[in-house]
């Protein structure tokens, strides 16, 4: 009858794909902002209407939608409609974090979250909760424990390598260096070496390959619109790099780190093809550890590999040097407690005549201290994530969040909890190390790595290189001193681009090692 209805009137095509175009928006927002389940909760009536209102402040802004939130918490209290299907909640004592970020209950994650990475055949990417228990625990056996032990002479040589760097630098009268940059080189050098057994050898670059560092903020920095578009992703693989340089230079880099990694799978993967499965040695990078579990055959396909290879080589580069450079700057910048670091290191090693073990270094509380206090103020990702309880409901306080709800949560509002963390603004390693447990009990409302099922696989890895690191560095150089550094400028988060960031004036942490301080030799923990 509709259509008899429509074909009668006397009007253009165009005007009735507006007019009906118009009805269904309307219909749609009516339906959002008073039919749906989510309708009960407080927030803005714009945001809950559309997400137009998330890519003007993740894209026009500029990833200022994390500040947004928390504006409307401080309005509207801890749970917040931020769009037509999300809500968010800052939790008021920390618990009920481990219920959304749960370790055994069943979790999926976004879609709207994870597509915006194109990296939906990995474990990180995955939606399905039972499809990530199968991705994970293939990969679980590589970064186990043991692994990271038999790792350490590896991490150490490489910072044998960034030791000579800085003094090649010192010695040449080059001024301060970039720490961000150079430390970058350093986790680079790592995780490739850790999961692909050979390192990309940036540290040997001249000038600390500052390309590779763009290349990984403008990935995240791409996501902002992939997020809303996601279809933007393979559209731009399938152009020449003339045309997508053209459109966007720095994505032209993404793509050929993304194409670097799948050149060394299909090498592994012709590789395997031709070896005899009886010669097959034990796993010697990630991908052989995936070929070689009990996953089907279509987990162990190109394009599932490479996707991991290349979250994997993502979240051990950047995330490790942010916690590096942070932690070093929160250390120049208060004496004290450098002063108390480079004494409980020297008392440790006195007497010894071989560098402190990583597990000996693991157990000083004071440097243990350090390391989760610049964890804790870098965040691991200024992004909020999400989790969905597909069927069970959640209550927090008086309110029943229904089954299938995306729920996010973020590091910035956990860590900047008062009640959890006095003063959290401040760098104090002593809210850890003095307190009678080491700080284990506090570690429970740390969430750089996030919790439950799906918390980084790569996190004692990271842990690992940042006690090293740390150690190393200011047990080796007496005479560290920051440079043409403002923390509003510098340091402070000014934008969350899924990694944080400072302001776009902003030139770094920049360190000068001064010709006249060194300590011991680059062998000294």
Known sequence: MLYFFISGLDVSPVLLLVCLLVVYWASLVIFRLYLSPLSKFPGSKLAAATLWY???YEVIQRGQFSFKIREWHEQYGPVVRINPFEIHVDDPDGEFYHVVFAGTAVRDKHEYYTAQFGTGKTGFGTVSHYLHRVR???????????????FEPVIRANLAKLCERIDQYRKADLGAMPMRIVYMCLTTDVITSFALNYSWNHLDSPDFNPWWWHTTQNTAAMSKWTKQFPWLLPIFKSLPDVIVGTLNPALVLVLHMQRKIKNI??????????QDPTELEAPRTIFHQLLDSDMPPKEKQLENLWQEGQNVLGAGADTVALVLTLTTYYLLENPSKLLKLKNELKAASKDKDSPLSLVELQSLPYLTGVVLEGLRLSYGTTTRLTRIAPTEDLKLQDLVIPAGTPISMSAI????????FPDSHSFTPERWSDQPDGG???????VSFSKGSRQCIGMGLAKAEII?????IFTRYDNMELVDMDFERDVALKHDMFLPQPSKESRGVRVLFKANGTGTDSGSN
């Not at 799978?265 to 031709?274: G, H, Q, S």
């Not at 509002?413 to 959890?420: A, R, S």
């Not at 284990?440 to 740390?446: D, H, I, Q, V």
């Not at 090293?468 to 190393?472: G, H, K, R, V, Y």
């Open 440 to 446: 284990k009990a506090l570690e429970r409302y740390m």
């Open 265 to 274: 799978v299909e090498d592994i993967l012709e590789e395997n093809r031709k």
């Open 468 to 472: 090293l690191t740390i150690a190393t």
């Open 413 to 420: 509002c956990m860590h900047h909890n008062e009640q959890i």
């Open 136 to 150: 994970r625990r293939a990969l679980n056996p590589f970064f186990q424990p043991a692994s990271i032990l038999q």
């Open 54 to 56: 998330e890519f003007y």
